[in-house]
């Protein structure tokens, strides 16, 4: 299959109409679910993802750290999220997922200020179609921002990666399969920091400071959108 | 579609200008510059400034009046739901009543609801409540709501203006806890119409003009009846 497959057309769009530098449309709401202390619905593309945050003392009590709080994000893919049936329950991948994004929302929540707390970040992807764990990510940084836990600031996330030896921005799911590299990443806007960075495949030095100037750009507009979404929940359309 | 005005809203991560006044609540800093930790409005008083989150869990804080839920029973101690990631303790000396250990079933049952107050809390946020206070007491009827905690300074309003115009409009008895649990008494007509009454402010707390707008509400409300 590989090398059969033409990723970006003579005219250098790619399969899904797109330029090499331009994102699928992103849209966030929060407060989707009422009996969560936050929480947020990302449409990345397909991807279709609900993410609930719960903001509790730790349990069992054994797990709690007397002078932070430890965050737990579970990343869950339906059955039906695939093209063929996931098996469902956690497996390597999913665990890794869980993995990077609670470590890159560590980073980012004020842990010193909730001792003894566990703060549950339930991901749950319900159409999966590339860049998962960015899309989750930042939905989930949204969420538990609605949650009101303390922030040094909102992560952000986006990927770019390597299809028919190009660079371009925010693969989908052919790009992803049958492309040479895939390259996550995600920062906190305001100081430049990384917190998420995984390359799979192969680029160079320069297609890689290429990848990321790009993601950087392309940041800078999800930020806006995440923003976006905390806000629409609290503008009230006056009465009259 | 007119948007409402609102106070100055901030973001995680936004840069926050002093503008000599002095930092207190919900702001960080970094590089001796101060940003914000919530999503919020900013409050500039005649000292310092804050953050205002949309919101955020309940920490207990001492001498805070707050309404609690009885989750289970110990020996000597009920553990109380406090609407907040973490729970309180009732020990039976802090109680008006003269209990036996364990015979604590016969004061405060699982799902009971208590008005208490905060008696101690330590840097890892365990607290103790206290019903030795005049006015502590078993909420034995009405109906309880929750508003999120960083709206009920809002719900009471300023010098309790907000709640006392709910209270008379609706002609009920309300406790509001410090923690967000609200109790409302009454005839049930006149509940349902406080409790909306309390989840409009809930919502519109961020906007100008609110207690001018709910009286309004109120007359809006018996003019049509």
């Known amino acids: ?240 | 579609m007119k948007c409402l005005e609102t106070k100055e809203i901030v973001y995680p991560g936004d840069k926050i200008e002093l503008n000599d006044l002095k930092p207190r609540n919900g702001l960080y800093e970094s590089n001796s510059e101060y940003f914000s930790e919530y999503f919020g409005v900013i409050q500039r008083g005649d000292k310092f400034v804050d953050i205002a989150p949309f919101n955020s869990p309940y920490l207990p804080r001492v001498n805070d009046k707050i309404i609690g839920k009885i989750m289970d029973i110990g020996p000597t101690m009920w553990t109380v739901d406090i609407n907040s990631p973490y729970y309180s303790l009732l020990h039976i000396n802090d109680t008006p009543w003269h209990v036996n250990a364990g015979d604590l079933e016969r004061y405060l049952n699982v799902g009971d609801f208590i008005y208490a107050k905060i008696s101690q809390s330590n840097e890892i946020r365990e607290s103790w409540v206290s019903m030795k206070e005049p006015g502590m007491k078993k909420l034995e009827t009405g109906q309880i709501i929750a508003v999120k905690p960083p709206k009920v300074p809002r719900v009471i309003g300023k010098g309790g203006n907000m709640i006392n115009l709910i209270k008379n409009e609706t002609n009920t008895k309300i406790i509001v806890g410090q923690n967000g649990f609200i109790w409302i008494d009454g005839d049930i007509e006149n509940v349902n119409m406080a409790i909306n009454a309390i989840k409009i402010v809930e919502k519109e707390a961020h906007t100008i003009g609110l207690t001018d707008r709910m009286a309004e509400y109120f007359k809006k409300l018996k003019g049509e009846n």
């Open chain 1, 1 to 240: 299959m590989e090398g059969n497959i033409k990723l970006i057309n003579d005219d250098g769009l790619r399969l899904d109409g797109r330029a090499f530098n331009e994102m699928r449309p992103i849209k966030i709401q929060t407060g989707v679910i009422e009996k969560a202390d936050g929480s947020a619905f990302i449409e990345w593309g397909a991807n279709k993802i609900i993410v609930a945050v719960y903001v509790r003392e730790a349990y069992p009590k054994h797990t709690q750290n007397m002078d932070r709080a430890i965050v737990k994000a579970r990343y869950n893919m339906a059955g039906f999220s695939v093209e063929e049936r996931k098996r469902p329950g956690p497996d390597r991948r999913t665990m890794e997922i869980s993995k990077v994004v609670s470590e890159a929302l560590s980073s980012a929540i004020i842990l010193e200020k909730l001792p003894r707390v566990e703060i549950d970040v339930f991901i749950e992807v319900l159409e999966a179609d590339a860049g998962t764990r960015i899309a989750s990510l930042t939905a989930s940084s949204v969420a538990v921002a609605d949650a009101g836990v303390p922030m040094r600031d909102l992560v952000v996330g986006c990927t770019a990666g390597k299809a028919d030896g190009r660079v371009v921005l925010d693969l989908s799911k052919d790009e992803d399969n049958y492309g040479q590299a895939d390259i996550p990443m995600a920062i906190l806007p305001r100081t430049g920091k990384v917190v998420l960075l995984q390359i799979d495949g192969d680029v160079s030095e320069e297609e890689f400071d290429q990848a990321t100037s790009m993601m950087m750009n392309a940041m800078k507009d999800i930020s806006k959108i995440q923003r976006d979404a905390l806000m629409s929940k609290y503008s009230i359309e006056d009465g009259e």
